[in-house]
């Protein structure tokens, strides 16, 4: 097999949260491009559609699921569905997330459990339910982000512990299931791409970002969908249990 073939998809069925926006839009794209068939999910089921249309575009098949990951009966419904349409579940990408800046002494109880119930514990719904039928070669890819490596300097303590949680719930993952399973778990951290997550920023906290990335831009969906493709293929048949740091560089100083 060539260098090239190994990052090939063909075949393989892919479950992606999160894929209603934003980065999930690429991820979608790029895994159909590489040759999976996707069983996507995420609350707003109208931008499903469109996501599908673009997997379609690419001649592979999708399903959309309308998926809340808070909730782990609707994890199990959404890895159900991708078993009855696909027969298969090779991979899990967790991508669905949300967070806000808001000041330890006024953020509420409700505010920092509804971070941690989608970013750290609907990863863990998902992965339980993908992990259950996934066969040995297969991989999962836990979308966590530089703010769990190191502060961005906002208040965001729920968004941080989540993406920080989050690395270590691979870590654990990737301990339980590699050996005696066969099944690959890695996180990949991204640094700054624009997206609605980021469009919540105050006005000068992007700029004031930027010129803290060595790239001195920030980062376009396929360059962080290169390396999701390299994580989920047999191309990253060798890693498990490792957070991929793909930032630009922002993390260096
Ligand atoms: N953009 C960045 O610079 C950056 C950097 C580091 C990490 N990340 C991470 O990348 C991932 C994608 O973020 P993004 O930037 O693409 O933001 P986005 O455009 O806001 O997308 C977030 C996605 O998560 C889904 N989602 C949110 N809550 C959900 C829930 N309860 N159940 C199911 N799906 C849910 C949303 O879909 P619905 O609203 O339709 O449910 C949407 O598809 C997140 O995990 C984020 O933390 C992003």
């Not at 209603?20 to 790029?30: D, E, I, K, N, P």
């Not at 360059?223 to 957070?243: C, I, K, P, R």
């Amino acid at each position: 097999m060539s260098v090239l073939d190994r990052f090939r998809l063909d075949g393989k069925v892919a479950v992606l949260t999160g894929a209603s926006s934003g980065l999930g839009v690429g991820f979608a794209r790029g895994l159909a491009e590489a040759g999976a068939d996707l069983a996507l999910g995420a609350r707003r089921t109208d931008r499903l559609a469109a996501t599908a249309a673009l997997v379609e575009k690419e001649g592979r098949r999708a399903v959309c699921v309308g998926t809340d990951v808070a909730d782990p009966a609707a994890c199990q419904r959404l890895v159900d569905e991708a078993m009855t349409t696909f027969g298969r579940v090779d991979i899990l990408v967790n991508n669905a997330g949300l967070g806000w800046a808001a000041p330890a002494t006024r953020e509420t109880p409700e505010q920092f459990r509804s971070v941690i119930d989608v970013n750290l514990n609907g990863c863990y719904w998902m992965a339980q339910a993908a992990g259950r039928v996934m066969q040995p070669g297969s991989s999962i890819v836990n979308i966590s982000s530089v703010l769990g490596l190191k502060s961005g300097g906002l208040p965001q303590a729920a968004y941080s512990a989540s993406k920080a949680g989050l690395i270590g719930l691979t870590r654990d993952l990737a301990q339980q299931w590699t050996a005696r399973r066969g099944i690959r778990v890695n996180a990949l951290a991204p640094g700054f791409f624009r997206t609605e997550m980021t469009d919540l920023y105050q006005p000068g906290y992007v700029e004031e970002r930027e010129s803290r990335i060595l790239a001195g831009r920030f980062g376009e969906v396929e360059e962080l969908t290169a390396a999701l493709v390299f994580l989920a293929s047999d191309a990253g048949s060798y890693v498990t249990g490792q957070t991929l740091v793909v930032d630009g560089g922002i993390t260096v100083i």
